[in-house]
């Protein structure tokens, strides 16, 4: 595969052991409706934290929208980190430009993934695909009319889209803070003219992902490595052996690593990542990009 690279809010209450958890918990120079073609490489653009654009298929999909203000919001309490203000960094590119899309993906409402300013900045009339009638019911009611379910047949604009399950933590950390961790999902993005393309979402590896990634056979894998941390439990998204794991499972795709460096608790870098891949012998199959870089595939 060739790869280059081009260079709150409703909020969730976490109760764990008493203490109060909120899970409040492309520099290109054209605009994406001047870049996406039909056909051809797919782009996938590093906004922050885990904030995509992914074109494909001549389609342009903002995934997981956090549009907030550096510091807008506090940190989470109870987890690594706490005293600091989310989000941690500036987006790297104007609104306008993030908001340039056909339709958006919500894998699960956690505000670093849905927050207020996406609500009130995003066309209330774009189409917005949700995990589930529970979390598409909550996206109408903040205004928006055109809220659709993903499911195993999901398609737009000629591109499926096919909802996949995950895990927000271990089973222990479930066990303990499943109510407030809640559902979440991936998405894969196939097309006759195009890569694979799988979207983890917030979760660790597990048998969820093996099995999406032995029944889809992406080409590209994008995970949420920022090893996220709640005081006293296993990490909630994945880490440094969460993304080798996935690469022996598939060493063949390219795995794009991302949901780094821009919320309290994610305490895995950039760089930290990269030296372990060089370690572990697989830096040739992961990108790390920066915030605003794009991807081509």
Not at 68 to 96: C, W, Y
Request: glycine letters at 8%; a neutral charge.
């Amino acid at each position: 595969m060739n790869i280059k690279t081009n260079s709150v809010t409703r909020r969730h209450t976490l109760m764990i052991g008493g203490a109060a958890l909120a899970s409040s918990l492309i520099s290109p120079s054209l605009s994406l409706a001047e870049t996406a073609t039909k056909g051809g490489n797919a782009k996938i653009t590093q906004v922050r934290n885990a904030t995509l654009l992914v074109e494909y298929g001549g389609a342009r999909f903002l995934v997981d929208p956090m549009l907030s203000d550096k510091g807008a919001f506090p940190g989470f309490p109870g987890t690594a980190h706490s005293q600091l203000r989310n989000p941690l960094v500036e987006l790297p590119m104007p609104i306008d430009r993030i908001i340039d899309v056909d339709a958006a993906i919500v894998t699960h409402l956690h505000p670093d993934h849905w927050d207020e300013a996406a609500k009130s900045k995003l066309p209330k009339s774009l189409p917005i695909y949700a995990q589930n009638d529970t979390d598409a019911a909550l996206i109408r009611k903040d205004g928006f009319s055109d809220v659709r379910v993903l499911s195993g047949t999901s398609e737009f604009k000629g591109v499926k889209l096919t909802k996949t399950e995950g895990q927000h933590g271990s089973d222990a950390t479930l066990a303990v803070a499943g109510e407030v961790l809640g559902k979440v999902c991936g998405v894969v993005f196939s097309h006759p003219d195009q890569k694979t393309i799988y979207l983890a979402g917030d979760t660790v590896w597990n048998s969820f992902v093996a099995s999406s990634m032995a029944q889809h056979k992406p080409d590209v894998i994008i995970l949420n490595t920022g090893n996220a941390v709640v005081l006293g439990l296993d990490p909630i998204i994945m880490g440094r052996e969460d993304v080798l794991a996935v690469h022996k499972a598939a060493p063949a795709a390219k795995i794009v690593a991302t949901h780094m460096e821009a919320i309290n608790h994610c305490i895995l870098s950039r760089a930290d990542l990269k030296d372990f891949a060089d370690r572990r012998g697989f830096a040739g199959s992961l990108l790390i990009p920066a915030d605003g870089e794009t991807l081509t595939v």
